[in-house]
């Protein structure tokens, strides 16, 4: 797409998975992409992996839960291609667990994993993305539309970057730069996604899912393309956000009677 020819794009955790898939659509659609991850062997496997499709990716490892990392991030990023476009939130990860058997410190890590990250990196980047008029996305899920039994520190982090849009959208209304938020479904994961358990252990994810991660990336290339503001992906999405708006006690009364809810993410 000529629309991506030459942006410059920021994808926090794309070392692998959603992040990983988005960044490859976007090397194929001729822009300049920017890879982070904490993990320096899974970030190197994926920069690897790229160049010897003929591609050559900027790779920065690191944890965006630190502000002067993100800093840093985007300084290196302007340094090494000139500018900033895009900046994808993607950064974050699942949660399982109910709130009486999650320790505060759990708690506060998948607050900071999932809502913070995504706070300092686009804190970071708003200064550089302003000049250019670009865009700034974030990767929700469902749990950003409404509570969920078995989810509470990662509802708390997911409707909180609802709440940051919204403020964003409001404060950088004439300025031209383009905020976007998915909410996304079940995903089929890669083999190596662990998520956060109640006692802060990792541990594997086990459910069907809804759409690839290929779909995704596309939907993502296409709301920057389109300047959309909001996307809900698939039917249990569409049908979540109806319920919480028009039946808000019956998709209660159904959440409250199943922790293994179709719509839980």
């Not at 959603?18 to 993990?39: D, M, Q, Y």
């Not at 920065?60 to 800093?71: H, I």
């Not at 209660?252 to 009677?257: A, C, F, G, Q, T």
């Amino acid at each position: 797409m000529k629309y991506f020819s030459g942006k410059v794009v920021l994808i926090t955790g794309s070392s692998r998975g959603i992040g990983k898939v988005t960044a490859l659509r976007f090397l194929k659609s001729g822009a300049k992409v920017v890879l982070n991850g904490r993990s320096f062997e899974s970030l190197n496997e994926t920069q690897m992996e790229f160049r010897q499709l003929g591609f050559d990716p900027l790779a920065s490892v690191g944890d965006v839960n630190d502000p002067e990392f993100c800093n840093t991030l985007i300084q290196r990023t302007v340094s090494h291609f000139g500018r900033l476009d895009i900046l994808i939130n993607n950064a974050g990860g699942g949660f399982r667990g109910r709130v009486d058997e999650t320790s505060p410190q759990v708690f506060q890590e998948v607050v900071n994993a999932n809502l913070m990250s995504a706070v300092y990196c686009t804190h970071a980047a708003l200064p550089e993305i302003k000049k250019t008029k670009g865009s700034i996305v974030f990767i929700s899920s469902l749990a950003g539309i409404r509570g969920l039994p078995n989810n509470g520190p990662y509802c708390v982090a997911k409707m909180g970057l609802t709440a940051f849009v919204e403020t964003l959208r409001l404060e950088l209304y004439n300025t031209g730069v383009h905020i976007g938020i998915l909410y996304v479904g079940f995903t089929n994961y890669d083999g190596k996604k662990r998520i956060t358990n109640a006692d802060g252990t990792l541990v594997p994810i086990s459910r069907r899912s809804h759409h690839t991660r290929e779909q995704v990336a596309e939907i993502i290339l296409h709301t920057i393309r389109k300047r959309k503001r909001i996307v809900y992906l698939t039917l249990p999405g569409k049908l979540l956000v109806f319920l919480n708006r028009f039946f808000p006690g019956p998709l209660e009364w159904i959440l409250v009677r199943s922790t293994k809810s179709k719509f839980m993410k």
